[in-house]
């Protein structure tokens, strides 16, 4: 037989070979098949497709910061029946000091004392922990006893999923709850980009009752949720939450909610609504900002004073009598909040929004619309302050303005409508008017989501929506522009006036009705924008039932909020240093005593800085002061790593270096509010 022949009988011989056994996997695994379908299609306890859970996909802000993410979180316990007699005795003791020390919560005298009864009564499942992070589990795999693993220690341990809001109670109403029958937040509003699909498992029970995977075709993998970015920004809902909560401390209020919104776009960068609980603390159990309708009081009186500007029937030279402080419509008086000082007398319609006369502005509207009411409100109507904005958040509230048809309608309504009764409308679409002010007329739709993602792959995105281009003409809102400044500068807000920090706004205080009469309790509020002259930011402010004798007004309770708002988003950490003669071709984060030495070491301009400039940045241009704010993790990438360890860890930092050099990189991002016992890791450049 020559060799080519050999060689090919072999060949032939092997391909058989391997034919005849994938035929006979290939049978077998149909026998198996069926044999598990035949399980399924009999209801075979020990054989099931089992659900499997889809991961939702996170949630995150407008600069990337994590607001919802779902963690696995595990279930500790251990069959007291497993292990032996030596093992348990000479160990239970120690074991509880161990569990003890990961759960400091749980004295170890109560883990010992659950662990020797559950081995009295031969226990088979004894629960010692729930909700433990992977990182204290594998603490607890260290343990005695538990460390000898299932058959030998009885350690068993579950995983399940938990939704967790890394930043805590900030923003926790906006962000919502993943739970089934929650209705609130983006949580629910984008449940179904979030949720992803579950899949399917064939699982077959085994000893033990452990659920064991079984290869099947029909297995379907679950998909992972989309992840939202929101236009939520974290290091803003943290100022505007803690200004609010300031407030409603103060005024010991019932509840209040602040709005901040990017004036162009309509994106929402904070929102954050709190009532005081049964316990006298503050929590977000509803969101008062969208889901509210009140009486606004004068922060209304910018829609009455637009539709008189607009229909021409005033300007703001425009002289009304507000007499003595107090005026009779009817049956009923009217008075300023001034009337027992003796008002403000003859004043210009301008005037007297800027001091929010209700006087002066009710007998302007009643003057030119009191024969005619239905045209005020046909004009309201116009304007689309009676419309909702189809908020992507369920809840929106029903904005209600009343009409000359109600049964309700009386003479007094028209004059009281005019400053913000007998009329509803939320935080949210109150705001939205300001803000049209601000951007020059257009009204754009408030939202609080930018864009979908899945796997890095945008498959949604959210633009500006303009609701009407135009709300009125460019002379009457640069009229209204001109009256909000003056209102912050010379009227009822001067109290939160800078010269620095330039805003306009509008104050409002309004009674709360309480079955169908007016009492003693007020509603404090204020709607403006910074800056004036190219507003980036409008602002709304509610604080509802604050104690009267402590302070009521907007301008003292409400104002304030939005003042703090205002002066930590002007102040800028870096403040610019006017451009050297002599520029420079490095970059150079650091103190300024090294860095003026290493000026003059390469015979560079210096910086004569002052006592308290303690921190430069340099490029190719100019210097720069630093200025770092002692609770806000600072940016110091650029900087070499003994500028950046002092920095850090006089800030109260634990940090870690990795390399040498300068640092290219930081752990903790900045602007991030600093927590206790926090570690920041630095990686440098070598």
């Not at 004036?263 to 929590?283: D, Q």
């Not at 009407?468 to 009822?492: D, F, H, R, W, Y």
């Not at 509020?525 to 409008?538: D, L, T, V």
Request: net charge neutral; charged share 25%; with cysteine.
């Amino acid at each position: 037989m020559t060799d080519k022949k050999a060689i090919f009988i072999r060949v032939i011989m092997i391909s058989s070979l391997v034919i005849v056994a994938a035929v006979a996997i290939f049978i077998q695994l149909i026998f198996v098949q069926v044999e598990f379908s035949d399980a399924i299609a009999f209801n075979d306890p020990a054989v099931a497709m089992i659900d499997i859970p889809s991961p939702r996909g996170n949630i995150y802000d407008v600069n990337g910061n994590l607001l919802a993410i779902s963690m696995p979180v595990y279930t500790i316990a251990i069959d007291a029946t497993q292990p032996s007699d030596t093992l348990f005795e000479n160990n239970y003791l120690k074991l509880a000091d161990g569990l003890s020390g990961i759960f400091s919560d749980v004295p170890s005298s109560e883990f010992s004392k659950k662990l020797r009864h559950a081995r009295r009564d031969k226990k088979q499942y004894l629960k010692l922990q729930s909700g433990v992070r992977f990182s204290e589990l594998q603490l607890v795999k260290t343990l005695p006893i538990l460390k000898e693993g299932r058959y030998d220690g009885g350690f068993v341990y579950t995983q399940q999923t938990k939704r967790m809001q890394p930043f805590g109670h900030l923003c926790e109403r906006t962000i919502g709850y993943a739970r089934e029958k929650s209705d609130v937040g983006i949580e629910k509003a984008y449940n179904h980009y979030l949720k992803g699909q579950d899949g399917k498992r064939l699982m077959q029970k085994i000893n033990g009752g452990i659920w064991k995977p079984i290869n099947n075709t029909q297995d379907v993998e679950p998909v992972v949720g989309s992840d939202v970015y929101s236009t939520i920004d974290i290091r803003i809902q943290d100022i505007a939450q803690t200004a609010l909560l300031r407030s409603l401390e103060k005024y010991e209020a019932e509840n209040g909610s602040v709005i901040l919104m990017d004036v162009k776009t309509g994106a929402i960068r904070a929102m954050s609504s709190l009532e005081r609980t049964s316990e006298g603390k503050y929590a977000e159990n509803f969101n008062y900002a969208i889901g509210a309708a009140y009486e606004p009081g004068s922060t209304f009186k910018l829609a009455s004073l637009l539709i008189a500007l607009e229909d021409g029937v005033v300007d703001t030279s425009y002289v009304v009598d507000t007499k003595n402080g107090a005026f009779k419509f009817y049956d009923r008086t009217m008075k300023d909040s001034n009337y027992h000082r003796g008002g403000h007398g003859k004043i210009s319609v301008g005037r007297a929004f800027e001091v929010s006369s209700n006087i002066g502005i009710a007998r302007t509207i009643v003057n030119h619309y009191g024969d005619d009411p239905q045209r005020f409100i046909d004009r309201l109507a116009r304007l689309g302050v009676s419309d909702k904005l189809d908020f992507e958040l369920i809840g929106e509230a029903e904005p209600w303005i009343k009409n000359t048809n109600d049964s309700t309608w009386s003479g007094v309504s028209l004059p009281w409508m005019a400053f913000g009764y007998e009329i509803k409308m939320s935080a949210l679409q109150i705001l939205a008017l300001y803000n049209a002010v601000a951007n020059d007329g257009e009204l754009v739709k408030p939202r609080l989501v930018d864009k979908v993602k899945r796997a890095e792959k945008i498959i949604e995105s959210y633009d500006v929506e303009v609701l009407n281009p135009s709300i009125c003409s460019e002379k009457t809102i640069q009229i209204l522009q001109n009256l909000l400044i003056g209102a912050v500068k010379k009227g009822t807000a001067q109290n939160i006036y800078s010269e620095k920090y330039s805003s306009a706004g509008k104050t409002g205080t309004a009674k709360i009705a309480l079955e169908g009469s007016y009492g003693s309790e007020y509603r404090a509020s204020f709607a403006g924008y910074f800056p004036a002259e190219n507003p980036k930011y409008s602002c709304m402010v509610v604080v509802s039932k604050p104690k009267k004798e402590i302070g009521f007004y907007g301008n003292i309770v409400a104002a304030p909020v939005f003042k703090e708002l205002r002066d930590n988003l002007f102040a800028e950490e870096a403040i610019e240093i006017p451009e050297i003669a002599k520029t420079f071709d490095h970059y150079y984060i650091g103190s300024s005593k090294d860095l003026n030495a290493i000026h003059d070491l390469l015979d560079y301009p210096k910086y004569q800085a002052s006592q308290n400039e303690r921190w430069l940045k340099s490029d190719d241009k100019a210097f720069q002061t630093l200025e770092f704010i002692g609770d806000v993790v600072p940016n110091v990438k650029g900087m070499v790593a003994m500028d950046a360890l002092y920095l850090l860890e006089n800030m109260g930092l634990e940090v870690n270096l990795k390399g040498q050099g300068r640092v290219i990189k930081q752990s903790l991002k900045a602007g991030a509010k600093i927590k206790e016992n926090q570690i920041i890791e630095l990686i440098l450049s070598s």
